[in-house]
């Protein structure tokens, strides 16, 4: 197995409609695929964005047509995909699963990831109860690639907890993806700082996609899409526009830096 991986993050600013997004989606796995990588992480709700409640309940129902979509495109491309997120309906009640779906180049469903930390905040111009819609996962998710690479699945307000990575980091991870849609005053002050910190404690490349600009229902989110490097380093960022970034990640350079600051 190669001790290199190329990798991808795509970013995207998500309506309302289902079709219309995973065209999108499909245009920038394309992309990917044709650069070479081998896995791509989507960002935060990429099949749909609305802060209406029934809207979501009513898009929830489109969950297959989601999953046959990126079983076949991860099929037809040969890809990893990490499928950021999408709102799939719960088993009882009218809340719904902040789930990702991971899936493997044989077009296999490998995994899936339900987000395990919901984002209930009140900031000065806005407030958002995410638990009030969202039911909360339990399990925290490896995806072991080959027998060189293993990455641990986050969902946004995740990145806040820094037990979650430590968590994947002793399960032998070292890769951590980070689906997002974090909003511009938050993203502004701390999506940096916390994508670098988690690289740094835990020695791992991070792969970040994000929900960028400002959407059907007048929500605004951050950007700022990156892969940053086990010491920290942002290797490459997309900052406010749709479209993908692209990094090579080396196995030997985590080997390197963990061996000289052996923190683990």
């Not at 490998?110 to 958002?128: G, Q, R």
């Not at 974090?182 to 701390?190: E, I, L, R, S």
Request: glycine share 4%; proline share 4%; charged share 20%.
């Amino acid at each position: 197995m190669p001790k290199t991986m190329q990798v991808s993050c795509i970013q995207m600013c998500s309506n309302h409609d289902v079709e219309s997004n995973l065209a999108k989606v499909e245009i920038f796995l394309k992309q990917a695929a044709e650069s070479g990588s081998k896995l791509v992480l989507l960002p935060e709700t990429f099949s749909f964005m609305t802060r209406n409640h029934q809207e979501k309940l009513r898009n929830s129902e489109k969950s297959h047509v989601i999953f046959h979509f990126l079983s076949e495109k991860a099929k037809q491309h040969q890809l990893w995909i990490i499928a950021g997120s999408s709102l799939f309906p719960t088993e009882h009640g009218d809340k719904l699963h902040n789930r990702c779906f991971i899936f493997a180049p044989d077009g296999s469903q490998h995994a899936h990831y339900d987000k395990m930390h919901l984002f209930d905040a009140n900031l000065d111009t806005e407030s958002w109860q995410e638990s009030a819609t969202i039911e909360a996962g339990k399990n925290p998710v490896v995806v072991n690639i080959n027998d060189h690479w293993q990455a641990g699945v986050s969902i946004c307000y995740d990145l806040r907890f820094p037990e979650l990575y430590r968590h994947y980091s002793s399960q032998g991870c070292n890769i951590l993806t980070v689906a997002a849609a974090f909003t511009v005053p938050t993203g502004k002050a701390h999506w940096e700082i916390l994508l670098r910190a988690r690289a740094i404690e835990n020695q791992c490349y991070i792969l970040a996609a994000a929900q960028c600009g400002t959407h059907s229902d007048g929500r605004k989110t951050y950007g700022h899409s990156m892969i940053v490097d086990p010491w920290g380093e942002i290797i490459t960022e997309l900052p406010d526009s749709e479209g993908i970034i692209t990094a090579e990640l080396n196995l030997s350079a985590i080997q390197r830096i963990r061996q000289s600051l052996p923190v683990l």
